[in-house]
């Protein structure tokens, strides 16, 4: 039988490829700073402190599992993003990455706009006062419904994904007596070095108007041609998680021969050009993301270099980051169930999460670093998968890691970096109650999205 390939059984997890986990840190108390949020740290007994607060009397107040989201941290990041890109550019929060009314709010006042993609997070946004001109909506198939929400609220842009949304837009903003603002996304042909399920520039995916066979330009002239919308740029996002900055280069490359063809064919300058977002963050040790300043400088000469290029006046500049600003600012807080060696393979850990509160490791094969952090512990490394209480083999939070030999039911481990996508993608599945997410601040804590009950399943379920 081949070594690629396995029957289902006891034994098929040890058919992996050699070296397929790195080597165990030399002592596994230590905590990567990379990967946690900033205020982060072991106390001299042993317990992990964020915001000065021990982790044990959060698990005792909130309960596991629970999202714990570092306020500082990410008002910080909030505020490096807008500092590197500066007032000649705009920096919209990407609201799918996680979205509350608390979120809104620290948004808002740390001088951020907010990019929606749905009734829901529109409706959050407006809930907590974000001022609708700085509000983007995107999506690949927004109904007539949300349209004319978005426009009767005025949001600030609404990014057009399809020929038939260009006439839907126009027709709802004719219909109230607006001017539209929006957008066009393209794919501009670029794959983003990233999983398939998260790269979103080639051409073969649902998002956008192609630029290799003149779509784009096409749904430019339908643009131009409504009185009732007023373009005012391109938008191009080619994946998520990405740390390579060679294909944003090719992406704005492409965006700006677009803005040059659009210029000779209707004497039009478009001003400003959107460049998504999907910039990488630090989920293990081997992660090296690069900082806001660093992008910032990156994407301005980029688009500066091929506008002098094309004769183009420079455009204005939006990003659309979300998993880097609210990802590495919070972790998920486990207790452990049950501890299950298996002779020659690995240790399963089950927590009293899983998939239901991180979906990520089963549906991008997403990689996590993770820690034992109610104790400390001198006991040697032993091969590890965190695995969670759900009906699924695949129900796996951490695939590899090195926890201690002596781990045991009730000790709490922590998963770094699970403020992207996490609470977001949660789930009900076998009528799992979602987590809290509970927001640390300078020794306080208070929940701002609160632990789902019984009575929450079943206010829904009319029988």
Known sequence: MSRSAHPAGPRHADVLPE??????????????????????????????????????????????????????????????WAHAFGKEADVFYAGKA??????????????????????????TALAADMPAERIAYHGNNKSTAEIRRAVE??????????????????????ELGVRQRVQIRVTVGVEAHTHEFIATAHEDQKFGIAVADGQAEEAVRRALGHDSLELIGIHSHIGSQIFDMA????????????????????????????????????????????EPHEIAKALTEIVGRECEAAGLRAPRISVEPGRAIVGPTAFTLYEVGTVKPLEGLRTYVSVDGG?????????????????????????????SRVVGKHCESGDILVRDAFLPADLAP?????????????????????????????????GGARVIVRRETEEDLLRLDLG
């Open 153 to 174: 609220v005025g949001v600030g842009r609404i990014v057009l994904d399809s020929f038939q949304e260009i006439a839907r837009v126009a027709h709802v903003a004719a």
């Open 410 to 442: 009730g000790d709490l481990l922590a998963v770094p970096a699970t403020g992207a996508y996490c609470r977001s993608m949660a789930s009900n599945y076998n009528h799992a109650l979602r987590p809290p997410v509970v927001a640390v601040r300078e």
């Open 355 to 383: 998939m239901s509160d991180n979906i990520r490791t089963a549906l991008y094969d997403a990689e996590y670093s993770v820690a034992l952090v109610s104790r400390r512990s001198d006991a040697a490394p032993m091969l």
């Open 247 to 290: 294909g944003f280069e090719v992406s704005a490359r492409r965006v700006v021969q677009l803005l040059a063809r659009v210029r000779d064919e209707h004497d039009v300058e478009l001003p400003e050009i959107d460049l998504g977002g999907g910039l990488g963050i630090a989920y293990t040790p081997q992660d090296d993301p690069r």
């Open 98 to 123: 996680f979205l509350s009314k608390a979120v809104v709010r620290w948004l808002k006042e740390e001088g951020l706009n907010l990019d929606v993609c749905s009734a829901g997070e529109l409706s």
């Open 19 to 80: 070296g397929h986990y790195t080597a165990p840190p030399a002592d596994l108390n230590v905590l990567e700073e990379k990967v946690w949020a900033r205020t982060v740290s072991r106390g001299d007994d042993g317990v992990v402190t964020v915001a000065g607060l021990e982790v044990t009397r959060l698990a005792e107040e909130f309960g596991t599992p629970a999202y714990i989201l570092d306020e500082a941290d990410f008002r910080e990041r909030c505020r490096a």
